[in-house]
């Protein structure tokens, strides 16, 4: 784990919840959700900082929704609009989901698997407050074909990250990280299945503990 000194100026951090005052969650997802399951499951195990009170995705036919659904979370499939350019489809439904995250009291968003780059604008209105996990050891490996590129580079560890969302892509401040072995036999599902595992552990646990006091966590890993 690491994060660089001064790092976080321009970042607004969520209030510190507590089990007795969660901080309201929402998760973003395009697939399957598996990742989004994990946060579930783990959040109903005990007593967590965070409760998840919304499932949205980008697009109605998701199959991860039915995680949501199942466990009687508000769950919300947002078609991108077909306008006349992409930019302005793009915002038009950025827009629509800032809406819903607002309508709905959201403290933290967390992106679990959910595929879309997010514009300068609606990072800039949730810095801070904005969570991912990208499957490699950033910042190796960036981008939408981690597990190929460690692959063809012939890595002998990957693994996964949680991170804070900044304007770049897979760039901001590094949460927390978990590694694993990289096998010559393994294709690009070997690898991606493996780092799911440690994926689906790791996730929850830091976003609990984000949630619990992000102030110190930072302070934690600036120190």
């Not at 997802?29 to 989004?36: D, E, F, N, T």
Request: hydrophobic share 35%; glycine share 10%.
């Amino acid at each position: 784990m690491y994060l660089r000194s001064g790092v976080i100026e321009g970042y607004v951090l969520p209030r510190r919840g507590s089990v007795d005052a969660p901080l309201r969650v929402a998760v973003l997802i395009s697939g399957g959700g598996s990742g989004l399951a994990s946060i579930i499951k783990y959040e109903g195990k005990g007593n967590r900082a965070y409760k998840t009170v919304l499932v949205l995705s980008d697009s109605e036919e998701a199959p991860g929704l039915r995680h949501g659904l199942s466990n009687g979370i508000k769950t919300i499939g947002l078609t991108v609009p077909r306008l006349e350019g992409k930019k302005e489809s793009r915002l038009a439904h950025e827009r629509t989901v800032h809406s819903r995250l607002v309508e709905n009291h959201v403290e933290l968003v967390v992106l679990a698997g959910y595929m879309r780059i997010l514009t300068p604008s609606f990072v800039g209105h949730w810095k801070g407050r904005l969570l991912n996990i990208h499957p490699s050891l950033l910042p190796k490996y960036p981008g939408a074909h981690a597990h190929r590129d460690a692959l063809l580079d012939q890595a002998k560890v990957s693994g996964c990250t949680v991170h804070l969302v900044d304007e770049g892509v897979d760039s901001g401040p590094i949460l927390a990280q978990s590694e694993v072995p990289v096998h010559r036999s393994d294709s690009v599902d070997d690898l991606q299945n493996r780092i799911k595992l440690v994926e689906h552990d790791l996730y929850p646990r830091i976003i609990d503990e984000y949630s619990t006091d992000p102030k110190s966590f930072i302070h934690r890993l600036v120190n």
